[in-house]
């Protein structure tokens, strides 16, 4: 069993940053596949990132690439979702998943946070 929690979300103007966290217990993250999603209000939850349980493969939704960067800390098993250059578009509630696949689909990451609110403002 893995128990994900995510902190770090808050308000903050368009081009500001912040940092979000996914604090894993029950497995260490460097042997599972991480995923960050996101869903906003009145649309389904969109793929923003994903880290290989290696560590060495990332992949981003086109619409954060550049912007957004994936890590992890294997000593406080925790992954991090760097959000640079935000836009108002960026507001949602985002998810830190986990998972023995990873890649972009939801349904193969078997454990989910609880998420946590990010807002934009223009």
């Known amino acids: 069993q893995v128990t994900l929690a995510e902190s770090g979300g808050g308000l903050v103007q368009a081009g500001g940053s912040l940092r979000l966290s996914c604090a894993a217990s029950?497995?260490?993250?460097?042997?599972?596949?991480m995923g960050w999603f996101r869903q906003s209000s009145g649309k389904e939850r969109e793929f923003v990132g994903a880290?290989?349980?290696?560590?060495?493969?990332?992949l981003y939704a086109d619409s954060v690439k550049g912007r957004f960067t994936i890590s992890r800390d294997d000593v406080t098993n925790t992954v991090y979702l760097q959000m640079n250059s935000l836009k108002p578009e960026d507001t949602a509630v985002y998810y830190c998943?986990?998972?023995?696949?990873?890649?972009?689909?939801?349904?193969?990451?078997?454990?989910w946070g609880q998420g946590t609110q990010v807002t934009v403002s223009s």
């Open positions: 998943a986990a998972g023995y696949s990873g890649g972009p689909l939801a349904h193969k990451y078997g454990y």
């Open positions: 029950g497995r260490t993250v460097f042997s599972l596949a």
């Open positions: 880290l290989s349980w290696s560590g060495d493969g990332t």
